[in-house]
C-alpha cells in the first residue's frame, strides 16, 4: 500500500495518482477542515480525468449549477409555485420567476460581498467565483433590472416593494458605519448580528415568496396566506441553519457570529429539529382546521427530505459539499413537482 504525506494540496503526486482506484484520506484531528477539502476535490479532479465524457460532463455542469446559485434560485421558483398552490391564488409564472432572479442576484451579490469564509468553507466554490467573477456580477445585476421591470408591469407598489427587498439584500452585507468610527461598535454590518444570516434570509424568502404576489391580489384568505408564510420562513429557516452548520468551521475563522457559533453546533441541530417538527405540525393540522388546503400534506414529503438530509449529516453518509448541497435544495423543487401533480388532477 502505497502512502503520500502532504501538507496542502500543491504537494500531491498528480502521476502516482491518477491511476489508483481507491484513495483514503486521514488527517490530523487539529488540520483544518478547509485544507482537507481542498485535497479531496484535487483528488477528485484527477480521478475524474478517467471517467467517460458525458459523466465528467455531466458532474461539471451539476456542479456549476450548485456553485452558481442557479440551482437554490430555481429550488425558490419551484417553492413559490407550491406556495401559490397551497394559498388557492392563480398560478401563473411571472411571480415565481421574479423569485427566480431575486434570489439569484442577492445569493451572488452577497457571495462577492461576504467571500471571507467561502475560501475556508468551501474552497471549491471560492476557486469558481474568482474565475467567473465578471459574468456572475453580470448576470446578477442583468437580474435585479428584469426583476424591477417585471414587477413595474405588474404594479407600482409591487416594483416599490422589489426594490425595497433588492435594498435590502444588498445592505445586509455592507458596513452602515463610516470607517473612520467602526472601531467604536461591535456590528457594523446586519450580518455581523449573531444569528442575524438565518433570519434575514428566511425574511427575505418570505417576503419575496408569500408577500410579494399579496400586492396583486383582489380576494385574499388570509388563513391560508398566513400559513403558507410560516411554511416558507420555517422551511427556508431549516435550510439556512443546515448551511450554517455545514460552514460552521469557516464562519468560525472569520468570525461570523450564525445560529452554530453562537449557540453551538449541537443546540443549533436541536433547533433545527425543532423546526422540522413543528412545521410538520401545522402542514397537518392546518387543513383539519379550515386553514390551508389538503395540498399542505404534500409538503410533508419535502419536509420529510430535509429531515433525511439532516440525517444523513449527523450519521457521516454524506459530507458536506456539492452533492449533499444539491440534496437539501432538491426539497424545493419537490414541493414545485408536487403542486404541478395537483393542479392536473
Not at 477528485?44 to 456549476?64: D, N, Q, V
Not at 451572488?108 to 475556508?120: E, H, I, M, T
Not at 446586519?190 to 419575496?208: C, H, M, N, T, Y
Not at 379550515?290 to 438530509?309: E, K, T
Amino acid at each position: 500500500m502505497s502512502t503520500f504525506h502532504v501538507e496542502t494540496d500543491k504537494d500531491l503526486d498528480k502521476k502516482k495518482l491518477i491511476g489508483m482506484k481507491t484513495i483514503g484520506v486521514t488527517a490530523g484531528a487539529s488540520t483544518p477542515n478547509w485544507m482537507i477539502k481542498n485535497v479531496v476535490s484535487k483528488i477528485e479532479g484527477l480521478r475524474g480525468g478517467r471517467e467517460a465524457p458525458f459523466k465528467r460532463w455531466a458532474k461539471r455542469i451539476f456542479k456549476s449549477l450548485v456553485l452558481s446559485n442557479l440551482l437554490v434560485a430555481t429550488g425558490a421558483l419551484s417553492f413559490t409555485f407550491a406556495v401559490s398552490t397551497l394559498i388557492g391564488r392563480d398560478v401563473d409564472i411571472i411571480f415565481p420567476f421574479l423569485t427566480f432572479l431575486y434570489i439569484y442576484a442577492m445569493h451572488v451579490l452577497n457571495r462577492f460581498l461576504d467571500k471571507g469564509a467561502s475560501a475556508y468553507n468551501d474552497p471549491e466554490r471560492a476557486s469558481f467565483l474568482k474565475k467567473h467573477r465578471y459574468l456572475l456580477i453580470t448576470t446578477a445585476t442583468a437580474s435585479i433590472a428584469i426583476a424591477l421591470i417585471l414587477s413595474l408591469s405588474i404594479g407600482l407598489f409591487t416594483f416599490l416593494a422589489m426594490i425595497g427587498l433588492i435594498l435590502l439584500g444588498i445592505v445586509y452585507s455592507v458596513p452602515l458605519i463610516p470607517k473612520r468610527v467602526r472601531h467604536k461598535y461591535t456590528y457594523s454590518k446586519i450580518k455581523d448580528i449573531p444569528g442575524s444570516r438565518s433570519l434575514s434570509e428566511s425574511l427575505a424568502w418570505v417576503a419575496v415568496i408569500s408577500v410579494l404576489p399579496l400586492l396583486g391580489m383582489r380576494h385574499i384568505v388570509w388563513s391560508s396566506v398566513i400559513i403558507a408564510a410560516f411554511i416558507v420562513f420555517t422551511m427556508s429557516f431549516a435550510r439556512s441553519i443546515l448551511f450554517d452548520v455545514f460552514q460552521v468551521q469557516g464562519d468560525l475563522i472569520v468570525g461570523t457570529e450564525t445560529l452554530p457559533v453562537t449557540l453551538g453546533e449541537k443546540k443549533s441541530l436541536v433547533l433545527l429539529k425543532i423546526t422540522l417538527l413543528f412545521t410538520g405540525f401545522i402542514l397537518v393540522l392546518s387543513p383539519l382546521f379550515g386553514l390551508a388546503g389538503p395540498f399542505s400534506y404534500l409538503i410533508l414529503f419535502s419536509l420529510f427530505g430535509l429531515s433525511l438530509c439532516l440525517l444523513a449529516y449527523e450519521r457521516h453518509w454524506l459530507y458536506p459539499g456539492p452533492t449533499l448541497e444539491a440534496l437539501v435544495e432538491s426539497n424545493f423543487f419537490l414541493t414545485g413537482l408536487l403542486a404541478c401533480i395537483w393542479q392536473a388532477t
